[in-house]
């Protein structure tokens, strides 16, 4: 799950790409990098990248020496497959084709096609195990030495599209000067249009994972792209949008109830608004077992919303219990389990006073491996809480995700199999409450969502995704012996 931003029209697009992925850094830690149009010079591309948050990768010096041209495109990377490599930080790049891109979401069938393009001829092979580095190779190929135009590149798309099994919201610029972008056919992953005018009354425009990045910089929200549609943006600022190949609307549930930040929307939906629905649902659901509880606790930040949701509907008080140092980063998207388990003893402090001789009634957004959970519960019991229910706004996860989601085995998956009770076990708690399906689509609004974590049921066949799923396992395994 990766944050990804490109910008057309401003003569400083870099850095409005910068402070579009200082706001998409929830999606991704492992590393960023900017991609630009060069001005002058025998390089056609300029780009800097590197490991680690957003604002040690960069400096003013980028933006001074480098990073210049009103066609930029940036991305911050959420591993899910070869872990801490730098040469698989994007954006990437080719030269041949002119055309560069950043991705987020995973492709399934990545080996079939990379033996593909090994077979096609020695220039699009790809250079590194990126599944992205598969899609720029493909689009390459596809193009056919044309140069790239909303026509041309539309036909590559589509051609591509169809070759292409997974989830996946790709943003590109080539070298023209054209800024483009598409969605899977099934819509997994989002990818919003945006739009502003400049001091010079001309548009600028903008495409991006979430709108909190395009409108934290002033621009209008125009619409997501659809899925399966393209959109090419030339350098003449006109807009070219055509739906190439669309098989269903099935966005993942994962991104309203976690990823995506709260002041973003999804659909024209606020996903504070959807938390917040998420909590009355589920406190529904709560009173229907007859829990009772004498005090509601966010785990902080994510599941906050549907916290004062809950502790509303039940009449009961909301206590901020947990708090979060604000300088430790995401546990969900960290390497390994050591790893997360030793962010989590940094990240959250409990308040005694607050817990002591409590029911506390504990809201997080979802249980995956149980690790944090656990180590919440524990922390609770140590401060004498007298009982802890642990209640979760996203139903049990039980089935691996295939599209960007960092679970790969159902093995490492807390509720796997289990009943609610022997999740309570498993975690410490007195008991475990979770969403049910029903009550996710009606506070999401959605009839047709990606639930394939939650059912096993997915939008595209997974069954070409083994060897996928196996690496990701290995990148596991060996992170885990290195720590």
Request: aromatic letters at 8%; charged letters at 25%; one cysteine or more.
């Amino acid at each position: 799950m990766c944050g990804i931003i490109g910008v057309s029209g401003t003569t400083d697009a870099a850095r409005d790409v910068f402070v579009g992925l200082m706001n998409l850094q929830h999606r991704g830690q492992d590393g960023a990098g900017i991609l630009t149009l060069a001005e002058s010079g025998s390089e056609l591309f300029n780009l800097q990248k590197g490991s680690g948050l957003i604002e040690n990768v960069f400096s003013e010096r980028s933006f001074k020496k480098g990073l210049k041209g009103k066609t930029a495109l940036g991305h911050t990377r959420y591993a899910t497959i070869g872990r801490q490599d730098p040469n698989l930080l994007q954006p990437f790049f080719d030269a041949r084709s002119t055309i560069g891109i950043g991705h987020n979401g995973n492709i399934v069938n990545v080996y079939t096609l990379r033996d593909e393009l090994a077979e096609a001829g020695l220039e699009y092979t790809p250079a590194s195990e990126s599944d992205s580095e598969v899609i720029l190779k493909l689009l390459a190929l596809e193009l056919d030495g044309h140069e790239p135009n909303a026509q041309h590149m539309f036909k590559a798309i589509e051609a591509s599209m169809h070759r292409l099994v997974g989830s996946y919201a790709v943003v590109g610029i080539d070298g023209t000067g054209g800024l483009f972008g598409f969605r899977d056919p099934d819509g997994i992953r989002p990818l919003i249009f945006g739009s502003r005018i400049n001091s010079e009354g001309l548009p600028v425009y903008a495409l991006a994972s979430e709108s909190i990045a395009l409108t934290y910089l002033g621009y209008t929200v125009e619409n997501e792209i659809a899925p399966g549609e393209a959109i090419y943006i030339g350098a003449d600022r006109q807009v070219s949008r055509k739906v190439l190949f669309q098989r269903s609307l099935s966005p993942c549930m994962f991104e309203s109830v976690y990823f995506s930040r709260v002041e973003s929307e999804l659909e024209e939906h606020s996903i504070y608004e959807t938390r917040f629905q998420l909590g009355l649902v589920l406190a529904e659901r709560i009173k229907e077992l007859g829990i009772v509880a004498d005090v509601v606790v966010p785990v902080p930040e994510t599941s906050r919303s549907a916290a004062i949701a809950i502790a509303e509907a039940l009449d009961l008080p909301f206590r901020e219990s947990l708090i979060k140092n604000r300088y430790v980063n995401r546990t969900f998207i960290l390497d390994g389990h050591a790893a997360r388990q030793e962010a989590i003893r940094r990240k959250l402090s409990p308040i005694p006073s607050e817990i002591r001789g409590k029911r506390c009634l504990v809201i997080d957004d979802s249980i995956v491996r149980g690790t944090t959970a656990a180590q919440i519960i524990e922390l609770m019991r140590q401060s004498g809480a007298k009982e802890v229910i642990m209640a979760s706004t996203c139903p049990q996860i039980q089935f691996p995700c295939y599209y960007g989601i960092d679970f790969p085995s159902q093995d490492e998956l807390v509720a796997y199999n289990c009943t609610d009770e022997e999740v309570a076990k498993k975690l410490g708690a007195d008991r475990v409450v979770f969403q049910t399906i029903e009550g996710l689509r009606k506070a999401l609004k959605k009839d047709t969502l990606c639930t394939g974590c939650l059912t096993g049921t997915y939008p595209t066949d997974v069954t070409c995704g083994s060897d996928f799923q196996s690496q990701r396992l290995k990148d596991r395994t060996t992170l885990i012996r290195k720590s």
